[in-house]
């Protein structure tokens, strides 16, 4: 007796070729976005696809020498800076054949490296990595031979693309509004990075130097301080605790990811400290949840949504055959003032 359900037989591109009436060839040229291909194919190949409800199978692509598959690897999911990023790559590949695939690796270098080989092992065609904590080696070596580009961290190099954001001159405009506003005790939350990753010029450094610059541009060199945390919320609520808690407590904090400021103002909050009357708070990414009405923090935008278009677009470039050069493009940050800052009160301002 037959079954009652079969496995429906899957739409192959020599179906597509026969109900277009034109050659497989000519299918395969389309799906490519082949230079030459004419509008009207385009436009016979594409609606013939559609009404056959045609899918490319990604493992006879690989096979090909293509798969139309983009890795993106991330540390935290939690972090909505990173949904600012994913939204450019989406919106830069929305009209192409390629899917993206992300990978929430951790923060952990040997967590990230396994993501990335298996992003490698898939046969992915380029990947995007965001401020990656793997060894700057590996990351070298896996680029000569799949196209990449990494965004946040500022060491030049000639085998991948770089997006990153003026990390330097971002500090700079914050502790230069402080100080407008007359804080002199301003400290900043950094992420502690990986110590054995060998990147020279992380988005942190870069941040720490632009602020410890900044710092002693105005003079401020002795108030100078960093604390490490983790860019998530606890790790914020951790550094505020610390950093709220001690007897030199800071008028001002800065902190390099929105969310990691977040978890400062919880601190504050639990310590029964308001914002921005008894400490100012700024954050970094300028995130969607910083300019909720119950929120107003205060925060660098870095343009996440250009950076991961612009990762995007170079990330196909290099795809398809762009080896001549290496490119990195660097974002003007821009300070978005709202409620979390103040001048300090008068006795804490010294």
Known sequence: MQQGSQRKKRVTITDVAQHAGVSTAAVSKVMRNAYGVSAAMQEKVRAAMAELDYRPHAAARGMRGRTYTIGVLLDNIRNTFFSDILDGVRDQLQNSEYTVLIGAAGFGADAQSKTIQSMVDRQMDGLILIAPGTPRAEILSMAEATPTVVIGHHDPSDLHDSVVDADGTGAG???????????????????????????????????????????????????????????????????????????????????????????????????????????????????????????????????????????????????????EHAVQTSMTPRLVVRDSTASPRPESSR
């Open 173 to 323: 405009l914050v502790v230069d509004h402080l100080h407008s506003l007359g804080h002199r005790n301003i400290t900043l939350v950094s992420s502690p990075g990986t110590r054995s990753s060998r990147w020279a010029l992380t988005p942190e450094i870069v941040l720490t130097n632009g602020y410890v610059e900044a710092m002693g541009r105005h003079g401020l060199t002795a108030e100078t301080r960093v604390c490490r945390a983790t860019y998530s919320d606890e790790g914020g609520y951790k550094a505020g605790m610390s950093l709220l808690n001690s007897e030199d407590r800071p008028t001002a904090v800065m902190a390099g990811a929105d969310v990691a400021a977040l978890g400062v103002w919880r601190a504050a909050h639990e310590l029964g400290l308001r914002v921005p009357e008894d400490v100012s708070i700024v954050g970094y990414n300028n995130t969607a949840v910083a300019d909720l009405a119950t929120v107003q923090l205060t925060s660098v935008d870095q343009a996440g949504h250009n950076m991961g278009a612009t990762a995007a677009r170079l990330l196909i470039e290099r795809v398809e055959g762009r080896r």
